[in-house]
């Protein structure tokens, strides 16, 4: 069972900042098979990027993501007041088929 | 535009059973996988089920045995059978487009409630 660890667990920051957050994974995944979601109170988990690197669609460019094997990357150019909620990566594997890692909550210092 | 919307949760006791729906439009629903996933203050986001597009459905472990997940594409609607519930299954149940391993998008969710 793949376990991902997100960290840190809440990110506080201003408006303008650069966030980076980390997603590990127990075992290696592949790159194809790795994705962050953005969530805001009272919604639905919204798709960010998928196979680890590309923005899906719509998403912002200050949006990116990096890594490879255990270890990946969401990283928010600047932060804009939109920006603030919580961030999940989710990894498709063997069993579970999928899961997720506990979230990165964004919020305003 | 794709758009996803749920129904069916509400308050359930300990035992009892509950059927989640979820209609979906702006795609041929037939071409694709869906997908359940709830999401709990305590355990946060975890994948429920799966059904591919000729019906094949695949389920978390904490769920086999209980869950049932089907479709009818000529409906464009996704189904899921709870039963034997217990307190563990108190979560927001969202379903979403399983999309080349991603979920996109989602539904808003159905909160199902398992209380005495």
């Known amino acids: 069972e793949i376990v991902l660890t997100q960290s840190p667990g809440t990110l506080s920051l201003s408006p303008g900042d650069r966030a980076t957050l980390s997603c590990r994974a127990s075992q290696s995944v592949s790159s194809s098979n790795l994705a962050w979601y953005q969530q805001k109170p009272g919604q639905a988990p919204r798709l960010l990027i998928y196979g680890a690197s590309s923005r899906a669609y719509g998403i912002p460019d200050r949006f990116s993501g990096s890594g490879s094997g255990t270890d990946f990357t969401l990283t928010i150019s600047r932060l804009e007041p939109e920006d603030f909620a919580v961030y999940y990566c989710q990894q498709y594997g063997s069993s579970p088929l999928f899961s997720f890692g506990p979230g990165t909550k964004v919020d305003i210092k | 535009q794709v758009h996803l919307v749920e129904s069916g949760g509400g308050l359930v006791k300990p035992g009892g059973s509950l059927r989640l729906s979820c209609a979906v439009s702006?795609?041929?629903?037939?071409?694709?996988?869906m997908a359940w996933i709830r999401q709990t203050p305590g355990k946060g986001l975890e994948w429920v089920s799966h059904?591919?597009?000729?019906?094949?459905?695949t389920y978390a472990d904490s769920v086999k045995g209980r869950f049932a997940v089907s479709r009818d594409n000529a409906r464009d609607s996704l189904y899921l059978q709870m039963n034997s519930l217990t307190a563990e299954d108190t979560a927001v149940y969202f379903c979403a487009r399983e999309y080349y391993k991603r979920f996109d998008p989602w539904g808003q969710g159905t909160l199902v409630t398992v209380s005495s």
């Open positions: 059904i591919t597009s000729s019906g094949d459905a």
């Open positions: 702006g795609l041929t629903f037939g071409d694709w996988y």
